[in-house]
């Protein structure tokens, strides 16, 4: 079975451009969460889905970030324009209903300049 | 607000020997997940273990069992017989009603030859 997929690995902008993140989760997984890590820390929560639905996106900065996961599968993060502080590894994570286990991708790691 | 605390920022080890890496968490509920998640260096989150809090019995993975002290509120990792690929980031979790994966700010392990 196919893990959670995350492209791009890496990815280097000049601040002020715009900058997409893309993610499949492991098939049957209805939930999926974006992860902000930034350097020598643990993950923080961006935004969780219920298949399409965005049911917290409480951390999201809603000036810059957006997010979609049209028809409740793979889902898409987007930064524009990206500042300074952006530069960080955005990880996608999906799970099961009820289980409590999340399964993450191997990130995409963004340096913004 | 529920809140994870890893205060080892960095533990190392010796192979084949025993390491116990320590976690408190914070939560007022009385049903939860706790997590040990282990980040290699190539960045892809892998859970160890987990324990549900109504479990009395502490979780065991082969050479990974834990301490869970839910009145102290406290959630250890041992690692037993400790292996050289065992060197990674490991992250402490919480998950309570929300669905909500929190973070603690990790532990770095070196295991040493």
């Known amino acids: 079975e196919a893990g959670v997929v995350q492209s791009p690995r890496y990815k280097i902008i000049e601040k002020k451009q715009p900058v997409a993140f893309w993610c499949n989760p492991i098939?049957?997984?209805?939930?999926l969460y974006w992860y902000r890590q930034n350097l020598g820390q643990g993950p923080e929560l961006l935004i969780r889905?219920?298949?399409?639905?965005?049911?917290?996106d409480s951390q999201l900065p809603k000036d810059r970030f957006s997010a979609e996961r049209l028809k409740g599968v793979d889902s898409t993060l987007k930064i524009q324009p990206a500042e300074l502080g952006d530069s960080a590894v955005y990880l996608c994570?999906?799970?099961?209903?009820?289980?409590?286990?999340?399964?993450f991708g191997e990130g995409s790691r963004l340096t913004v300049l | 607000a529920q809140t994870v605390t890893q205060s080892q920022p960095e533990m190392s080890v010796q192979e084949a020997e025993t390491v116990t890496l320590s976690c408190t968490y914070d939560?007022?509920?009385?049903?939860?997940?706790l997590f040990w998640y282990k980040q290699p260096p190539s960045r892809q989150m892998i859970l160890v273990i987990r324990?549900?809090?109504?479990?009395?019995q502490n979780a065991t993975e082969n050479r990974f069992s834990v301490n869970f002290q839910k009145a102290a509120k406290s959630f250890s990792l041992k690692i037993s017989d400790s292996q050289l690929g065992d060197t990674a980031m490991y992250f402490c979790?919480?998950?309570?009603?929300?669905?909500?994966?929190?973070f603690g700010t990790g532990t770095r392990l070196q295991v040493f030859p």
């Open positions: 889905y219920e298949n399409e639905e965005a049911v917290d």
């Open positions: 098939s049957g997984h209805n939930t």
């Open positions: 939560t007022s509920e009385n049903n939860y997940y």
């Open positions: 994570a999906s799970s099961a209903v009820n289980t409590g286990e999340l399964f």
């Open positions: 979790a919480f998950m309570g009603n929300t669905d909500k994966l929190i």
């Open positions: 324990q549900e809090a109504y479990k009395q």
